[in-house]
């Protein structure tokens, strides 16, 4: 999510993640630590902090995951943009009938 947005405040990840604001300290501390995110003062707002993700992190995701979406790729290039505005349009739906059956069970 990070390197989407390439720069976030803790409370955002935290809200997009839905982590509690200690929870998201932790995870950013030990990110830190291993030298995959840096946090910087807000410059617009001191009390705020800024966090990026590093090279080490870009370079760690484009190993794990850059392979999975090359092949990605070459499987969508086979479909034509009709098959993929249907797919689109499956998988938006689909996501709206889970979503509202989570509601569901949640509410129980």
Same mark, same amino acid.
């Given at each position: 999510?990070?390197?989407?947005?390439?720069?976030?405040?803790?409370?955002?990840?935290?809200?997009?993640?839905?982590?509690?604001?200690?929870?998201?300290?932790?995870?950013?501390?030990?990110?830190?630590?291993?030298?995959?995110?840096?946090?910087?003062?807000?410059?617009?707002?001191?009390? &705020?902090?800024?966090?990026?993700?590093?090279?080490?992190?870009?370079?760690?995701?484009?190993?794990?995951?850059?392979?999975?979406?090359?092949?990605?790729?070459?499987?969508?290039?086979?479909?034509?943009?009709?098959?993929?505005?249907?797919?689109?349009?499956?998988?938006?739906?689909?996501?709206?009938?889970?979503?509202?059956?989570?509601? &569901?069970?949640?509410?129980?």
């Amino acid at each position: 999510m990070l390197l989407e947005c390439e720069v976030a405040t803790p409370g955002s990840l935290a809200e997009a993640l839905g982590l509690t604001s200690g929870s998201i300290t932790v995870m950013l501390d030990r990110l830190e630590s291993a030298g995959y995110v840096e946090r910087a003062a807000d410059p617009a707002d001191r009390r &705020r902090f800024l966090v990026r993700p590093t090279r080490k992190a870009t370079d760690a995701v484009e190993k794990v995951w850059g392979p999975l979406v090359a092949e990605g790729e070459r499987l969508l290039r086979r479909y034509t943009v009709s098959d993929l505005q249907l797919f689109v349009d499956f998988l938006q739906r689909d996501r709206a009938l889970q979503e509202a059956h989570a509601a &569901r069970v949640r509410a129980r």
